[in-house]
């Protein structure tokens, strides 16, 4: 009796030929077959490049550098192939900051809500990350005279109904009073008055 899969010899009343373990039940109905030469179609990655010959040197690399491809040759510089832990650094999010330049010289960085005055208070069980104090000797802006904030990438500012109010110039746009209370988004290059004072935004 005779494996129809790798030809070799098996006992009488044998299941399972012991040298390729294919079932052998059936193997008196059809002749003994010959085994298949081909090489099986995953490629063995360790034994293919042991048969390479030496790869040709490319300028500025060492032939043990050089990436080949399945037939042995240099890829072309369109198939260079970098390793991931030699790509370049995604970049980091951009971060849209805000800075207020004001009339008295003074600029701050906008680092999130804040309140804007001569001396400026916040609110019982308010909270905000900064008080910008505007020096002014004429005692036109108000103590708390107005609020700034952001919402997502956008900055806004609401009037703290201050004695003598605030009006918006956008770059390029008409000038807006501010109506107490309320929010109004500023965008960079708008002048932001408050009474003889001012601030621009950037």
Not at 105 to 124: F, N
Request: with cysteine; aromatic share 4%; glycine share 10%.
């Amino acid at each position: 009796m005779i494996c129809r899969v790798c030809g070799a010899e098996l006992a009488e009343g044998t299941l399972f030929c012991p040298m390729c373990g294919s079932s052998v039940t059936s193997s008196r109905l059809r002749p003994p077959e010959v085994a298949d030469q081909r090489p099986s179609d995953t490629s063995i990655i360790s034994e293919r490049v042991a048969e390479r010959p030496p790869a040709p040197a490319v300028a500025g690399r060492f032939p043990d550098e050089v990436l080949l491809d399945e037939d042995g040759l240099p890829p072309t510089q369109a198939m260079t192939i970098v390793p991931v832990e030699q790509a370049p650094p995604a970049h980091p999010p951009v971060q849209h900051r805000y800075t207020l330049s004001f009339s008295t010289g003074d600029v701050v960085e906008v680092s999130g809500s804040g309140l804007v005055g001569r001396r400026p208070i916040t609110q019982p069980g308010e909270h905000v990350d900064q008080l910008v104090v505007v020096s002014d000797p004429t005692r036109s802006v108000s103590k708390t005279h107005l609020e700034f904030g952001l919402e997502g990438d956008e900055l806004w500012i609401c009037d703290r109904y201050s004695g003598n109010g605030t009006i918006a110039h956008p770059l390029g746009g008409v000038p807006r009073q501010c109506e107490a209370g309320r929010r109004y988004r500023v965008t960079r290059g708008t002048r932001v008055e408050i009474g003889d004072q001012w601030f621009d935004v950037s």
